[in-house]
Each structure stands twice: as structure tokens, then as C-alpha cells.
């Protein structure tokens, strides 16, 4: 038997809220299943178990906040139930860990933004949902992924009612407006802080880290012919965009500049993976840039499905606790609809970030001559504790260069 | 297939109401979607008409009217 705590995603979570047990007690559970997951200030993050087994009974019930390190769920891993000397601090569960109601350095919190009552194991579906007849989504599965906006989500979990009660057309995602209908009571509950997140972190990265900043024009007509050939016969399902190459580039560049991977905690600790954070925009506000893990060691193709897999999974607002809290460099892109210079700020305790601003044709000499090329204004904003500029430089080169021939993996 | 559409429209940008939007503008501004979402649809449209959608008819595609226009003229539905 063994417990299952509330995970920390960083220095600057004390806190989470459980508001999803996707497994029942009595089921078994694999190492790394998805059992349930948990609401930060980063976001809703899925939480996977450590060991298999058989989940014996949930601790913690939905929509309560706890402090991390609390046990939220016990495994039966089959093994023996007497206390092992060997694993130490197990919490018992007969003593269901009271802990101070609220960590002393919380953020300013309204009083009681949960309910006291945890939300009914089932409710009934003729609960007021909207009334005009739509097919019902049928009988929730533990298996089956909600398909809720995060801001709906938050605001489930906030006001205690249960999204799973609404009747919505099939493949329509659930919203903020939904579960505003649902709620008994008209009071908007608070809304639940990123922007606090983004802005502790900030500042922390403001106040510590001695950016210097870099600019580069690159010149991307190699590798964007390269990725439309790549494209040409391919379906949808399997094309390559722009921003995986990018990606590869950056990771590959720096298996040579070490000192741009890695994490600053007193002194520097380099990495020798590439997990490369990518700064994704939230839709109706809010970033976060979770990992590409080991991306200098994956081919192309199967970044590109990693990153895409990761932006779906941020667009619906779940994430692994890995992602958030072990990427080593952090690559943020405009995209095509932007500007053309980005300057990062450092994610602590990263080292580096990489900024790519929206390509476009510009004006530049190619071959001798002035020639429309497509381009785009790389950056680097880099922690001038651990590197200086010189090498900086020669690292934004060593991505222009691998831009310049994308098809050597 | 205006309904196939937006609700596709509606799984990648379930915050914006399709009603409001402009149909002759770029799908990119008027939803704020980027490159990766853009992919998105043109794969879910692709499997649920059992299209190609190659990549060079892109332009094609740009706004709500424009990608009616195309999956029409490339005899969807």
C-alpha cells in the first residue's frame, strides 16, 4: 500500500485542487496511468501513478484544495501491508493528514472558493441543463476526456457543480457560459490566478537573472522549401510545420552550447537532454511553456507529433507535471501573424530563451544580389551569470546554420 | 456543410462565437488561431470528407467563406 501526493510543479506551487478521479477504488492501475488531475495556477495537470496496483480509496474528494505533499489516493501495490522498514514516512490514512487550512505565504484568497459539499458522485441528468433537446452525451466513462474549456473547467471546480451533468450536442465542447447556467447561484467565483503564476515568475526572472539580448536575421527560403516538399504528398495528419524545424535546430545547436541547456540554482547545472520548453499562448489569456522532452535525439517527424500532441493537450488545458517543471531551455515563436523581433524573459530557473519573431519576406542580399527571401528575426535573451555574449552569438549562428540545411537529420 | 464546418471551427476555438465573426476575413485573425490549429482543422476536415487538402491549396482555405467555397468545389458533401 502506498500513498499518492499531491505533486509539486515548482517552487512556486503550495497548493492544488483535485477535480478529477478518473479511476474508481478497485481498479487496477498500470505505472503511469492518468488516474486523475489536478488544478494549479499553471493549469489543469494530469496526474499519473508511480506504481501499479489497485487503487484502494481516494483520500482527498473533488474540488478540495490541499497543500502539495498531500496524500490525495492509496495504491495497493499487492505488496504486504505491514509497515516496511524501508519506506519510511508513508502517511497513514486512517489519519487523513490535517494540514494547515491554508499555506501561510497563499496568495490573497477570498474566503472559502470552494464549497464545503464535495460534488455528488452522480448527478442526475435531468439537472438544469440547457433545455433544448439535443442528443445527451451518454453516461460518463472514466475513460472518456471531458471536452471542456480550461476557464469552464475552473469554474466547475470553483462553484461545485459537476460539467458532466450537461446535456450538449455530441463533440461540442463544454464552456464557461455552460457551467454559469449550471451553477446555483449567480455569484461569479474568483477567477483562478495564472496570471499570478506568470507574474511571480517574472519577476523572480526580473529581479535574479541578468539578461543580455541578441538578434539575428535568418534567412528560412532552405527551410521552408524543405518543409513544403516534405508536405507535397503527404496528408494532413503527417505534415511537418515550420516551427518543428525551428524546434530541431535550436536542439540540435545545443549539443555544442551547453551552457544555454540547463538549470541555474545557486550555481549552473547544465543537462545533457534538450528537453525544450515551448511557450504556448492559452486561449482567453494566460501562456505556459512545457517540455519537448529529449529533443535533440528525436527525428523530425517525431517532434513534430510531440509538439503537436502538446498543444492539443495545453489547448484543453492539461498537462504532465514533468512537462512544467523539467524543461531546460525555452524556445517562444510569434507564429505567422505577429512582428518581427521577440525578446524573451528567462523562465527560472532556465538559463536561455530563444524568440523567433513571424517570418516574412524581406529584402535581402542573396547570391550578390538584392533578392526577396523569407526571413525571420531570431533572438536569444540568455543569463549573463552563466554565458556571455560572445557565445551567444556564435549559438544563434549554429541554429542559422542549421536552417540553412534542413534535411541533414 | 456549413454546420461540418463551424463545428470543427468550434472544437478549435470554442471561446469564439462563429456567429460574430467575419466570414470573408482570414480564419487565422478572426479566431486567432495559429499555424498548429490551422493543421488541426485541415486534418479534421480532410478525415471527415476524405479529402487530401494539400498543403498549396492553403490560400484556398484562408476564411470561413473561402474554405466553403473549396470543399465544395472539391466535391465534399
Known amino acids: 500500500m502506498s500513498a499518492f501526493v499531491m505533486p509539486s510543479l515548482g517552487a512556486d506551487m503550495e497548493a492544488g485542487v483535485l ?3 478518473l479511476i474508481a477504488p ?15 495556477q499553471k493549469g489543469v495537470i494530469e496526474i499519473e501513478v508511480f506504481e501499479s496496483g489497485t487503487l484502494a480509496e481516494w ?14 489516493a492509496m495504491i495497493d501495490t499487492g505488496a504486504q ?13 486512517e489519519e487523513p493528514t490535517e494540514l494547515p487550512e491554508e499555506p501561510p505565504t497563499e496568495l490573497p484568497d477570498p474566503e472559502q472558493p470552494f464549497p464545503d459539499d464535495p460534488i455528488p458522485e452522480d448527478l442526475p441528468y435531468d439537472d438544469p441543463g440547457p433545455s433544448e433537446p439535443m442528443p445527451e452525451i451518454p453516461p460518463f466513462d472514466p475513460g472518456m476526456r471531458l471536452r471542456i474549456t480550461p476557464a469552464a473547467r475552473r469554474l466547475a471546480a470553483q462553484s461545485g457543480v459537476d460539467p458532466r451533468a450537461l446535456s450538449l450536442p455530441l463533440g461540442r465542447a463544454i464552456t464557461r457560459a455552460d457551467i454559469l447556467g449550471l451553477a446555483p447561484t449567480s455569484k461569479p467565483p474568483p477567477q483562478f490566478d495564472m496570471r499570478a503564476a506568470i507574474a511571480a515568475a517574472m519577476s523572480r526572472s526580473k529581479r535574479e537573472i541578468p539578461h543580455y539580448y541578441l538578434s539575428h536575421m535568418v534567412d528560412l527560403t532552405a527551410a521552408e522549401g524543405f518543409v513544403s516538399a516534405l508536405n507535397k504528398d503527404r496528408a494532413p495528419q503527417d505534415r511537418v ?18 551552457e544555454f541547456n540547463g538549470h541555474y540554482d545557486g550555481s549552473f547545472v547544465p543537462s545533457q537532454a534538450v528537453h525544450l520548453g515551448m511557450a504556448i499562448n492559452i486561449r482567453g489569456g494566460g501562456l505556459v511553456a512545457p517540455a519537448l522532452f529529449d529533443a535533440a535525439d528525436k527525428p523530425l517527424d517525431a ?16 498537462f504532465r507535471a514533468r512537462e512544467l517543471s523539467d524543461a531546460t531551455i525555452t524556445l517562444t515563436s510569434l507564429g505567422d501573424r505577429g512582428v518581427d523581433e521577440l525578446l524573451g524573459v528567462i523562465y527560472p530557473p532556465q538559463v536561455a530563451i530563444v524568440g523567433m519573431g513571424t517570418p516574412r519576406l524581406h529584402p535581402m542580399i542573396h547570391d550578390g544580389q538584392v533578392a526577396a527571401r523569407l526571413a525571420a528575426r531570431l533572438t536569444l535573451a540568455a543569463d549573463h551569470r552563466v554565458s556571455d555574449g560572445h557565445r551567444g552569438a556564435l549559438f544563434l549562428r549554429a541554429i542559422d546554420k542549421h536552417l540553412q540545411k534542413p534535411d541533414t537529420p | 456543410m456549413t454546420a461540418l464546418l463551424s463545428e470543427e471551427l468550434h472544437r478549435i476555438a470554442p471561446d469564439i462565437d462563429l456567429t460574430d465573426i467575419d466570414r470573408s476575413e482570414d480564419l487565422r485573425d478572426e479566431l486567432d488561431i495559429d499555424s498548429m490549429d490551422f493543421l488541426r482543422l485541415v486534418t479534421a476536415l480532410g478525415k471527415r470528407l476524405n479529402l487530401d487538402m494539400p ?3 492553403y490560400d484556398r482555405m484562408r476564411s470561413f467563406d473561402a474554405m466553403l467555397s473549396y470543399l465544395q468545389a472539391r466535391g465534399a458533401g
Not at chain 1, 81 to 93: C, K
Open chain 1, 19 to 21: 477535480v478529477e478521479q
Open chain 1, 26 to 40: 478497485g481498479d487496477p492501475v498500470q505505472r503511469g496511468d492518468v488516474i486523475g488531475a489536478v488544478e494549479t
Open chain 1, 59 to 72: 483520500l482527498v474528494p473533488l474540488g478540495t484544495k490541499v497543500p502539495v505533499g498531500t496524500p490525495l
Open chain 1, 81 to 93: 501491508d505491514v509497515p516496511d522498514p524501508d519506506e519510511p514516512d508513508i502517511p497513514d490514512p
Open chain 1, 241 to 258: 510545420l515550420l516551427g518543428a524545424v525551428v524546434a530541431r535546430a535550436v536542439a540540435h545547436a545545443l549539443r555544442k552550447f551547453p
Open chain 1, 303 to 318: 517532434l513534430m507529433r510531440d509538439m503537436a500532441d502538446l498543444v492539443e493537450r495545453v489547448r484543453a488545458g492539461r
Open chain 2, 55 to 57: 498543403e498549396a491549396d
